[in-house]
T-cell receptor
């Protein structure tokens, strides 16, 4: 079955460490996205990618990095520069970035990152 | 940048009651999406509205788009425990990813 998979579901990180969240999709979608969710804050866009080897910053990109070396994969690295990394991270993919794409958008099950 | 304001922030209703959640945009709405999220999980697409006055229904959930008011409403009839969760609206902004509201947390009590 086609879908989008995030791993791990729970992640603990010590302060000062970088950590990478995985996001894989087998839907043949061109566009992929990372959102951060905090209680009462809704979803805020971190990074997005419309095509392999290209990505753009979202509203809260500071302290994060991404890569898009393969169409299926869009890993997110939370660096030590991110001051408040504890949050719920959601990955999504869609056929494309534009209007036609979002009706077919899929969201992963999320990764809950906790800094200890 | 476009902002979406959802109201109320949280809602507790008795099973069987009707309820409405609103989503108001700071700019013209070209496409409005409703998603549902169970706590700690991903988003499930409910429906999308594109045209002013458009209304869509799925089971006991109905959504409307009022283009003039730049607002969408989500109405649940005869609420059930399975309706509990967080409801998020998302808006198209042109050539950038969806912008989301802060969500409305719905609890349904027996």
């Amino acid at each position: 079955d086609g879908g989008i998979t995030q791993s791990p579901k729970y992640l603990f990180r010590k302060e000062g460490q970088n950590v990478t969240l995985s996001c894989e999709q087998n839907l043949n979608h061109d566009a992929m996205y990372w959102y951060r969710q905090d209680p009462g804050q809704g979803l805020r866009l971190i990074y997005y990618s419309q095509i392999v080897n290209d990505f753009q910053k979202g509203d809260i990109a500071e302290g994060y990095s991404v890569s898009r070396e393969k169409k299926e994969s869009f890993p997110l690295t939370v660096t030590s520069a991110q001051k408040n990394p504890t949050a719920f991270y959601l990955c999504a993919s869609s056929i494309d970035l534009y209007r036609s794409g979002w009706t077919e958008a899929f969201f992963g099950q999320g990764t809950r990152l906790t800094v200890v | 940048s476009q902002e979406l304001e959802q109201s109320p922030q949280s809602l507790i209703v008795q099973e069987g009651k009707n309820l409405t959640i609103n989503c108001t945009s700071s700019k013209t709405l070209y496409g409005l999406y409703w998603y549902k999220q169970k706590y700690g999980e991903g988003l499930i697409f409910l429906m999308m509205l594109q045209k002013g006055g458009e209304e869509k229904s799925h089971e006991k959930i109905t959504a409307k788009l009022d283009e003039k008011k730049q607002q969408s409403s989500l109405h649940i009839t005869a609420s059930q425990p399975s309706h509990a969760g967080i409801y998020l609206c998302g808006a198209e902004t042109g050539n950038t990813p969806l912008v989301f509201g802060k969500g409305t947390r719905l609890s349904v009590i027996a």
